[in-house]
C-alpha cells in the first residue's frame, strides 16, 4: 500500500476513539472503520500511521510496520464479539502444554530441559493449584480435568487486549503454562520465547545456526514483544517495550 495521508490522528468520537488520516476515517482490509475503546492504544495506533511508509506520502506501507493496528483490529472485531470463543482455543493449549513433553535423548538435553522447564511446570502448581503430569517423548498424555480447569480459570478474568496478547503468544509458545507467566508477569515473554525454543536452541548448538531457522525465530520474537507491548499499553503502561 502507498502512503496517501499526510498526518494521522486520534479523534475522540462519541463511543471511543477513531483514526483519521487526514480528514479521512482510517479503514481496515475489510472496509471497516475501527472504533478503538481505550485511549492510550487509539495514540500509540495512530503514531504507526503517522509514520508509516517513512512519514512521507507516497511511501511504501508495509503491514509489519502496524503491529498495533493489527492487534487492536482482532481485540474489537473478532475477541470482544466472542471472548468464550478466544478463552476456549486458549485454554485447549493446557491439554498439549510443551513444557510437559520431554525429550528421551540426549542426556544434556533432557538436564536443560528439566532444569529450565520444571520450575515452570511448579509455578503452575504454585500459583493456579494446577498440578501437571509431565512425561518422556510424544505420546500424548491426559492431565487432570481438575487442573486443566484450574489453567483456564484466569481467563476469565482477563480483558479483550489481555486474551488478545494471549492468542498470539500461546500458540507460538505452545504453552498456556508459559503464556500465564507472561500474563502474570511472572515472565518476559521473549523470555518465554526462548524457553519454548529450547530444542531448537539446543539443535542450534550442535549442529551449527540455519538462516532460515533464525529469520523466523526473529519474527516469532517481534510477534510476542508486540503482543505484550500492545497487551501494556492497554493496561496503562505505554512505555516502550524491548524486551518483552
Not at 481496515?28 to 511508509?53: C, I, Y
Not at 482455543?89 to 533432557?110: F, H, K, M, W
Not at 515473554?189 to 539446543?202: M, N, R, T, V, Y
Amino acid at each position: 500500500m502507498k502512503r496517501f495521508w499526510k498526518a494521522a490522528a486520534a479523534v475522540n468520537v462519541e463511543d471511543g476513539w477513531r483514526i483519521q488520516l487526514d480528514s479521512r476515517p482510517m479503514r481496515l482490509p475489510t472496509g471497516e472503520s475501527l472504533l478503538l475503546r481505550h485511549e492510550k492504544l487509539a495514540h500509540a495506533v495512530a503514531f504507526e500511521w503517522q509514520n508509516a511508509g517513512g512519514g512521507e506520502v507516497g511511501g511504501d506501507v508495509k503491514i509489519e510496520s502496524l503491529p498495533l493496528t493489527g492487534l487492536a483490529a482482532t481485540a474489537e472485531i473478532r475477541i470482544r464479539p466472542d471472548r468464550g470463543q478466544t478463552r476456549d482455543a486458549i485454554a485447549r493449549y493446557g491439554e498439549t502444554d510443551l513444557l510437559c513433553y520431554r525429550a528421551i535423548s540426549p542426556q544434556n538435553l533432557v538436564q536443560r530441559q528439566s532444569d529450565l522447564w520444571q520450575p515452570w511446570v511448579e509455578w503452575a502448581r504454585e500459583a493456579f493449584s494446577a498440578p501437571l503430569e509431565v512425561t518422556s517423548g510424544i505420546i500424548h498424555i491426559k492431565q487432570k480435568p481438575q487442573s486443566l480447569a484450574a489453567l483456564s480459570a484466569p481467563l476469565m478474568r482477563y480483558d479483550d487486549y489481555q486474551l488478545t496478547m494471549l492468542s498470539v503468544i500461546v500458540p507460538i509458545f505452545g504453552s498456556l503454562v508459559l503464556g500465564l507467566a507472561v500474563a502474570q508477569g511472572a515472565l518476559l515473554a521473549q523470555e518465554a520465547l526462548s524457553l519454548s525454543l529450547l530444542d531448537e536452541i539446543f539443535a542450534a548448538e550442535q549442529w551449527g545456526e540455519d538462516p532460515q531457522i533464525l529469520a523466523r525465530h526473529a519474527g516469532l520474537g517481534r510477534d510476542v514483544i508486540d503482543a505484550a507491548r500492545f497487551a501494556r499499553i492497554c493496561a496503562g503502561d505505554a512505555g516502550t517495550v524491548t524486551a518483552g
